[in-house]
């Protein structure tokens, strides 16, 4: 079981340049999530779907972008990347009213 | 707003010493609770979790936690720390209602001392 998935594991951007994250989930999950950790701010919530072809704002939306065109994957994009999105980016999910299940992290660094 | 509160940053602790790390959460409503633990340079993996009923719940790993309402607490024991619990423990609070949303707390650091 390959549970959640996300590439790359680490990338490093210039400022105003633009990439895709991408989480894919093998467990049929209804819910999927993108979170970013900072360090003493826990994980902070950017977006999240609750279902194919649906997505919404979370905690810390601004200066990103979302698609869930495929049930199975999460799509994390930032059109011009800025130093203060330099972070660890955790994709999550979960059928519904269950824990989430976590992938093992985007290491995003932008000089 | 929901909100989680862990109080101690950083927590160190000698091996086979007894544990409790602490979590608060502001809710209106009965929450669903969870803690998750971070290893260095890992996803998050989830030790428990509390939905309803007992206030007890047990995890993997010999970890425990009790749900007090009337303190709005949802604290993580372990009778015995192992040196392998040396991490990052994360309480969260989830609704049902909001499309499965978690709130995490600031995170905990735990050391353990040989």
């Known amino acids: 079981n390959a549970g959640v998935t996300q590439t790359p594991k680490f990338r490093v951007l210039k400022t105003g340049q633009s990439m895709t994250l991408l989480c894919a989930q093998d467990?049929?999950?209804?819910?999927m999530y993108w979170y970013r950790q900072d360090p003493g701010m826990g994980l902070r919530l950017i977006h999240y779907?609750?279902?194919?072809?649906?997505?919404a704002k979370g905690e810390v939306p601004d200066g990103y972008n979302v698609s869930r065109l495929k049930k199975q994957n999460f799509l994390l994009g930032l059109e011009s990347a800025a130093p203060s999105q330099t972070s660890v980016y955790f994709c999550?999910?979960?059928?519904?009213?269950?824990?989430?299940?976590f992938g093992d992290g985007t290491r995003l660094s932008i000089l | 707003a929901q909100s989680v509160t862990q109080p101690d940053i950083h927590i160190t602790v000698s091996e086979g010493a007894s544990l409790e790390l602490r979590c608060n959460y502001s809710y209106g409503a009965t929450p669903y609770l969870f803690w998750y633990v971070q290893s260095p340079g890992q996803g998050l993996q989830l030790l428990l979790k509390y939905f309803s009923g007992d206030t007890l719940v047990q995890g993997i790993k010999g970890f425990e936690a009790e749900f007090k309402r009337s303190q709005s607490s949802f604290n993580l024991r372990k009778p015995s720390v192992h040196w392998s619990d040396a991490a990052e423990y994360f309480c969260?609070?989830?609704?049902?209602?909001?499309?499965?949303?978690?709130?995490f707390g600031q995170g905990t650091e735990l050391s353990v001392k040989p």
């Open positions: 969260a609070v989830g609704a049902g209602n909001q499309g499965g949303k978690l709130i």
């Open positions: 467990m049929n999950h209804e819910y």
């Open positions: 779907s609750v279902g194919e072809g649906t997505t």
């Open positions: 999550a999910s979960t059928p519904g009213f269950q824990p989430q299940h």
